[in-house]
């Protein structure tokens, strides 16, 4: 699993970004547990992730930040990746950031993104 870190750090609240290729959604639970094993992902307050399966299949969990594991999925569709997991992690800061949580994951997702476009 490829973890990028801290992507993004607004009011308190820190975002990271991972993934990892997946065939599966049991290939996604193990890269979760794999991502977990770092006791900071652990105590996160929200992993949420998504993937689409080359079958079509949508998976995603928006891990208590509701909404979040369809702005993942969008992207993906968008840049027509599958197989592939990405997982964005918040630790909650204290301060609730309304709709500017959603650009933070867009940012991370982006970021995730533009690293793997470079490794290809």
């Not at 998504?50 to 968008?78: C, F, P, T, Y």
Request: glycine share 12%; hydrophobic share 35%; with cysteine.
């Amino acid at each position: 699993m490829q973890q990028l870190g801290i992507i993004v750090t607004d009011r308190g609240s820190k975002y990271a970004v991972s993934g990892a290729p997946i065939d599966s959604r049991d290939a996604a639970k193990a890269c979760l547990k794999t991502l977990k094993r770092d006791k900071r992902y652990a105590k996160a307050t929200h992993n949420t992730w998504a993937a689409i399966l080359s079958d079509g299949q949508v998976l995603k969990n928006d891990d208590g930040e509701a909404g979040a594991g369809m702005v993942i999925v969008r992207m993906l569709q968008r840049e027509g990746l599958h197989d592939h997991m990405i997982v964005v992690t918040r630790w909650f800061g204290g301060t609730h950031l309304g709709g500017d949580r959603f650009r933070h994951v867009q940012s991370c997702v982006r970021q995730y993104l533009d690293d793997l476009q470079g490794q290809g």
